[in-house]
C-alpha cells in the first residue's frame, strides 16, 4: 500500500525566516512519482512540484528547493525567506501506477508580517 | 486556455438528499479524477473516468456515482446524503493513463465544490 507521511500538522515562522517541510513517503513500487501541491485558503491545489523515483537531483526553483532522499524516503521542501503569501497547507502526494494519487494530510503554514 | 472548472462553488443539502457536482477538464484532457476532501485532511480518490467509464476506484461506497459525457466533462453523484459527506470535492484532469503525458504529468485541479450536509 502506498502512503504519505506529514507529520507537521501546523508551523508558523515570521517574514524572511527558511522552512522546511517534511514528507515523508511508504511504497513497495520501484517506479513512482512525487508531487508537492499548495492550497491557498481558496481551496484550489496548485502544482509545484513533480520527481520521479529515478531523479534524486535536488532541484531549485526561486525561493523554492526540494530535497529527495531515496534513502530515507524523503521528499522534503524548504522555503528560503519566507513571505506572507506563502501561507497555504502544502501537500506531498505520491503516484504509482496510473494517475491515482495519495496525499498526506497537509502542513499548514503561518507566515507572519 | 480554460483551466478545470467546477460547478457549483458552495451547495448545502440536508440528509438523505441526492447532488450532482459537474466537472469540465482543461482543454486537451480526456481524464477526469475526483477527489474528497474533508476539513483538515488531504484529498481521498474517489474515482477516475476516461473514454466514458469507471476506470479506478478508490474505498468510496457506492452512493458515489459519477458519470463522463463525450465531451470528457464529468459529474460525482452523491445520493442518501450524510453529515460526513460534507466535505470540499475536488475534480482534477489530465491526458489519458497510457499516453507519454498520462502517467507522468501532474493533474491540475479546479477549484472544488464545497459541499455542507445538515
Known amino acids: 500500500a502506498q502512503k504519505v507521511t506529514q507529520a507537521q500538522t501546523e508551523i508558523s515562522v515570521v517574514e524572511k525566516e527558511d522552512v522546511t517541510l517534511d514528507c515523508v513517503y511508504e511504497t513497495r513500487d520501484t517506479t513512482y512519482y512525487l508531487f508537492w501541491y499548495k492550497q491557498p485558503p481558496s481551496g484550489e491545489l496548485v502544482f509545484l512540484i513533480r520527481?520521479?523515483?529515478?531523479?534524486?537531483q535536488n532541484e531549485i526553483s526561486g525561493r523554492y528547493s526540494w530535497n529527495f532522499q531515496k534513502s530515507t524516503s524523503s521528499f522534503n521542501f524548504t522555503i528560503t525567506a519566507s513571505q506572507v503569501v506563502d501561507s497555504a497547507v502544502y501537500f506531498c502526494?505520491?503516484?504509482?501506477?496510473?494517475?491515482?494519487?495519495?496525499f498526506g494530510t497537509g502542513t499548514r503554514l503561518l507566515v507572519s508580517p | 486556455d480554460a483551466g478545470v472548472t467546477q460547478s457549483p462553488t458552495h451547495l448545502i443539502k440536508t440528509r438523505g438528499q441526492q447532488v450532482t457536482l459537474r466537472c469540465s477538464p482543461k482543454s486537451g484532457h480526456d481524464t477526469v479524477s475526483w477527489y474528497q476532501q474533508a476539513l483538515g485532511q488531504g484529498p481521498q480518490f474517489i474515482f477516475q473516468y476516461y473514454e466514458e467509464e469507471e476506470r479506478q476506484r478508490g474505498n468510496f461506497p457506492d452512493r458515489f456515482s459519477g458519470h463522463q459525457f463525450p465531451n470528457y466533462s464529468s459529474e460525482l453523484n452523491v445520493n442518501a446524503l450524510l453529515l460526513g459527506d460534507s466535505a470540499l470535492y475536488l475534480c482534477?484532469?489530465?491526458?489519458?493513463?497510457?499516453?507519454?503525458?498520462?502517467?507522468?504529468?501532474?493533474?491540475?485541479f479546479g477549484p472544488g465544490t464545497r459541499l455542507t450536509v445538515l
Open positions: 520527481r520521479n523515483s529515478f531523479d534524486e
Open positions: 502526494a505520491l503516484k504509482t501506477g496510473f494517475q491515482k494519487l495519495v
Open positions: 482534477a484532469s489530465s491526458p489519458r493513463p497510457g499516453t507519454s503525458g498520462g502517467t507522468y504529468n501532474e493533474q491540475f
